[in-house]
């Protein structure tokens, strides 16, 4: 009952997404083109274009990381994600991630630190575990101020059920109160639509974190200190040796 009540909600994410996404994408790319425009008209104002340039980056990191979710939703919506399960190496997902936020990162001379033990591998879908650790990743990117540092670990933890994965991220940015911690995870919730406009973000990535751990029979949970960072970690099931481990159902 309650994988076909996750279902309906993932479902209805997707139909409240495709209804604002449409939307949501014509306001960068008009910003662009109006943007271009001032840059020809300012061609003899070097100042000017300076600022119409940055301008254009922040509608451009919006654009990227829009399409991003919309490429991390396509691929969450899949009714049963373990059907195409696989053991998938936590060193892929970390390069991966680090990848997808190399730009953003490098702009804001973030140093992204990882460590992870050899040979962890997880029982589930490559592509949904990537959507899932890359929001992570790039959530602490995009809320971090520059120069910090963000982390990312990898280890083997033993429970109840059997070995799990547990990967965390963790960042030097500007915290989370307690208060919404609560709600980060509920889709379209953003803390502070006004501030995180810049980067770019729907509210829609924790909520595709959430759904990914559950559905593969784990978690996410959140750290946090107000001004101080965050870290998110996800533990999920591990891909046996030679034999995959059975997910919870
Ligand atoms: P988005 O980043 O697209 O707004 P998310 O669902 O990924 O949506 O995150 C929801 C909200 O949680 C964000 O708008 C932000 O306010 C807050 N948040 C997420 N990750 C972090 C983090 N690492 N540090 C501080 N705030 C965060």
Redesign the pocket.
């Known amino acids: 009952v309650e994988d076909l009540t996750e279902a309906r909600r993932i479902e209805a994410v997707r139909r409240d997404f495709v209804a604002n996404v449409s939307h949501e994408l014509k306001t960068p790319v008009g910003a662009l083109s109006l943007l271009s425009e001032a840059v020809m008209d300012a061609a003899e104002d070097p100042e000017a274009v300076n600022r119409f340039a940055g301008r254009m980056q922040i509608e451009a990191t919006r654009l990227t ?1 829009l399409v991003q ?1 919309i490429i991390d939703l396509s691929r969450v919506q899949d009714d049963d994600a373990l059907v195409d399960a696989e053991p998938v190496a936590v060193d892929d997902l970390v390069a991966e991630a680090v990848d997808r936020c190399r730009q953003p990162a490098n702009s804001k001379q973030i140093i992204m630190a990882t460590g992870t033990t050899p040979d962890l591998f997880i029982w589930g879908n490559r592509g949904q575990l990537a959507a899932a650790l890359g ?2 990743v ?3 990117v ?3 101020p520059a120069r910090t540092r963000v982390g990312i670990a990898g280890r083997r933890i033993s429970a109840a059920g059997g070995d799990l994965i547990e990967i965390s ?1 963790t ?1 030097q ?4 109160s307690e208060r ?1 911690r609560e709600r ?10 006004a ?2 406009r810049a ?11 959430k759904h990914v751990a559950a559905s593969h029979g784990g978690e996410v949970t ?1 750290w ?1 200190a107000e001004g101080q ?2 870290t ?1 970690t996800l533990r999920l099931p591990e891909a046996g040796r030679g034999r995959p481990a059975e997910p919870e159902t």
């Not at 940015?173 to 989370?176: M, R, V, Y």
């Open positions: 990381s979710e929001n992570l790039e959530n602490a995009n809320y971090s991220v960042d940015g500007i915290g989370i919404d980060v995870f509920e889709r379209f919730y953003r803390v502070d639509p501030r995180s980067t770019g973000g729907t509210g829609l990535g924790l909520s595709i974190v959140v946090s960072g965050s998110f």
